[in-house]
């Protein structure tokens, strides 16, 4: 078994950004530049938005934070995302979620432009994605490639099986997979009897959100794991994996922290980099 270490692939990442920022600067004149929209005062939404702008920082990008109370009127927030969307100097924005009850989060993302939607969650980057024709790709699922790619696994003719199917990961995840010539399955809550389809799987990517969901039983010799899930349980992230069981059958696998994790951020900055040239060449 060996472990695929998301700090170690998401550091390589964001040496090379470094390097493209500096040459995008020669160029442009500029640097990339990443705006932030936060609402309210979830502790954990707040810690995303700083490893945000510190991974900016680290990069060399310019960042913008835009915080607002909870109860701040919607058309408030939707006012400065259409600034922001009009903005030249500005290629990113980014709506941090989940949004307080009361705002209506599909219209608020609706006003950024699918050249600034560097989350990869506009219906037009999400429907190129389906075709085989990416644009910006949601950031967890595209990381989750780039470990893949680590391996050297071949992925091509490969059983994958994605259990989850939200927005953000589970679909473009089995999207990504398939563009890579696996055979893909999507499990979720309603499929009956999961673990039949994940024993005969050779790539396993877990994003259900249930703490240690996947034990040893449900797994083949030698599959290639991957834990999207962060759960807190006494105090303890812990991922949908039940590392200790898993861990002994597979090939690799990624361990929870420190894995999927790191690349998440490290790819937001690669696609606001990505937009920045579209958006200027």
């Not at 927030?77 to 990113?92: H, K, M, Q, W």
């Amino acid at each position: 078994m060996q472990l695929i270490s998301g700090k170690a692939v998401s550091a390589d990442i964001r040496q090379d950004l470094a390097e493209k920022t500096v040459e995008f600067n020669r160029q442009f004149g500029r640097v990339p530049a990443l705006a932030v929209i936060i609402v309210g005062d979830d502790p954990a939404s707040h810690t995303y938005v700083n490893n945000k702008i510190k991974g900016c920082a680290q990069v060399g990008f310019r960042s913008i934070c835009q915080k607002y109370e909870n109860g701040t009127p919607q058309e408030e927030i939707a006012a400065y995302i259409r600034s922001l969307a009009e903005d030249d100097g500005v290629d990113g924005i980014l709506v941090q979620l989940p949004l307080p009850k009361g705002y209506d989060e599909k219209y608020l993302l609706s006003l950024i432009p699918d050249s600034k939607d560097v989350d990869g969650f506009s219906p037009t980057n999400t429907g190129l994605l389906s075709m085989n024709m990416p644009n910006t790709v949601s950031c967890t699922p595209l990381g989750v490639m780039h470990l893949l790619a680590s391996t050297g696994v071949e992925l091509a003719g490969k059983d994958a099986v994605v259990i989850g199917r939200s927005n953000t990961v589970g679909k473009p995840m089995a999207m990504l997979l398939l563009n890579a010539n696996c055979t893909v399955t999507v499990c979720h809550s309603k499929t009956k009897d999961l673990a039949s389809y994940t024993r005969k799987a050779d790539v396993v990517v877990v994003a259900i959100g249930r703490p240690k969901f996947l034990k040893g039983d449900m797994v083949k010799d030698g599959a290639v794991v991957i834990d999207v899930g962060i759960n807190r349980v006494d105090g303890k992230l812990v991922g949908d994996v039940d590392f200790e069981e898993v861990a002994p059958k597979c090939s690799f696998i990624t361990p929870v922290p420190g894995g999927v994790g790191p690349m998440t951020i490290t790819m937001l900055l690669a696609n606001t980099l990505s937009a920045a040239k579209n958006r200027l060449s």
